[in-house]
Each structure stands twice: as C-alpha cells, then as structure tokens.
C-alpha cells in the first residue's frame, strides 16, 4: 500500500525538521525566553505554518517539485518540524500553574496567528508567481 | 558530548514519529475517503497530547529521565508525530471550502481534546502508579 520512497522521503523529512525545532528551541531557551520555551514553540508552529502554506500552493500550482520532493518537505520537513503536543503540554503547564490568561491567550494566539499565517505563506506564493509570470511575460516569452 | 547524543535522539525519534503519522493518515484516509485527512490530524495531535502527558509524568515520578532518551520520546517521537502545520492549513482548508462551522469546530476540538489529552496523560500515569 505504501511506497517506500514516501516512507524515507517523510523519515528524513520528518529527521531534519525536528532537529531544527530542537536548535530553535536550544537557540531561545539560551537567550532566556519564557519558562519551559512555550515561546519557541510559538515561533516555529507559526513559521512551520507559514512554510506549509507556501510549498503547498507552490506545489499545486507549478510542477516544480516531484511527488518525493512534495512529500518530503510537507508531511516530512514541515509536518516533523512543526508540534502539536508541545503546543497542548505547553497550554496545560501554564493552566496547571496558574498562569490562566497567558494559557488562554498561548492558545488561541497559536491557532489563529498559525492561520493567518497560512494564508500569508499561500498569499506570498501566489503574489510571487504572478510577478514571475509578469516579467517573464514581459521579455516576451510568455508564462511557462 | 551528550549534545549530539540528544540531537541524533532527536533526529531518530521524529523520523519515526513522522512515519508513523503517515500510516495513520494514509489508513484513515482508506476508510473513510480523501476529504477525511483532518479526522487523521485530529487523532494524531490528540492521541500524541495524551503521550506527552503520560511521558512527562513517568519521567517526573522517576525522578527524571537519562536526557538523551527524553529528546528521543519527547522532542523526537511525539513531536515529530504530532503536526501543527497541517492543523493549521486543514482548518483554512476547511474555510476556504466554506465549511465553516467544521473549520471552527475542528480548531476549537483539536485544541480543546489536545490540553485535555494532556491532562489525562498525566493523570492515568498517575493513576496506573507508574
């Protein structure tokens, strides 16, 4: 049922992209962020989610990545980068020590920023493509 | 030295979380059909906030664990399991294909059965005397 490219394209995929939440993480705990880094969480749920907008509306629209490569950097990079449960963890610490509306505003924070910023990523993609089809255009060599 | 112990950890345990949140996409998504793929998300990121739970409360009654096998469980196996990304563009998803009271319901469950998973995680290790 499963191809194994797709099983080693999503495990190394999936390798990296925790990895670089772990640096991510390491890199503000270091500099003293808030306790127990729900801020690095923050910050990489909402740029995993800006990432995942672009690639995919890139990889919809254009044939620039191969089916190994999409599922690499979706399912893979992005979806092993990005974290759920350190999100929910994180907003159960903060109710558990009394820290009520940060826990409120942690979570919708979370989802609705981590929203817009889909959007944001698809809006980019977008805007990016029509000015490469603009200036291509232009030359007189017509959209690819 | 022990820091590239935790990152290779770290590495090994997402790769596995990352295929194992493949299979349970792709079996769900064979039982109930191609629009389904958030039902999957939703029971990843949930079952993934109920093990962090637990992991977290064995560790704690254990008087913590050695750090490289806590990156690899922790960081590694259920944070690269668990997806926000995908939460996050499945919700657009569901609004953009004006489906909105599911696009609310799946942020607001997902988030809401998340924290609660959480707690049951620790509160069952607790209760197990683990």
Redesign the interface.
């Known amino acids: 049922m499963m191809e194994r490219r797709t099983i080693v394209a999503v495990a190394c995929g999936a390798a990296a992209g925790g990895i670089v939440r772990l640096f991510v993480t390491q890199a503000m705990t270091a500099r003293g962020g808030a306790p127990f880094g729900y801020d690095a969480t923050l910050l990489v749920n909402l740029t995993g989610s800006l990432l995942l907008g672009m690639v995919i509306e890139v990889a919809q629209a254009d044939t620039v990545f191969t089916p190994f490569w999409r599922i690499f950097l979706t399912t893979g990079l992005i979806g092993g980068y990005t974290t759920f449960s350190a999100f929910s963890f994180d907003t159960l610490e903060l109710a558990a020590r009394g820290f009520a509306l940060t826990a409120v505003l942690y979570a919708a924070g979370s989802v609705t920023l981590g929203i817009a910023a889909v959007y944001l990523g698809i809006a980019a993609a977008r805007a990016t493509r029509a000015a490469v089809r603009s200036r291509s255009a232009r030359r007189g060599q017509g959209p690819r | 030295m022990s820091e590239v112990y935790?990152?290779a950890a770290?590495?090994?345990?997402?790769?596995?979380?990352?295929?194992l949140?493949?299979?349970v996409?792709?079996v769900v998504v064979?039982r109930l059909g191609p629009g389904f793929g958030h039902y999957a998300t939703f029971l990843?990121?949930v079952t993934?906030?109920f093990?962090?739970?637990a992991v977290?409360e064995l560790s704690r009654s254990h008087g913590g664990f050695d750090p490289v096998l806590a990156?690899f469980l922790?960081?590694?196996l259920?944070?690269?399991?668990?997806?926000?990304?995908?939460?996050?563009?499945e919700?657009?998803n569901l609004s953009f294909q004006r489906l909105g009271a599911a696009a609310l319901l799946y942020?607001v469950g997902?988030?809401l059965c998340?924290?609660v998973?959480?707690?049951l995680g620790?509160a069952a290790t607790r209760a197990a005397g683990a």
């Open positions: 935790a990152v770290v590495g090994c345990g997402a790769a596995v979380g990352g295929v949140r493949l299979l996409t792709q064979a990843i990121n993934g906030s093990s962090i739970g977290y990156a922790t960081t590694g259920i944070g690269g399991y668990t997806t926000f990304s995908t939460f996050t563009y919700a657009l942020t997902s988030v998340g924290v998973g959480a707690f620790v």
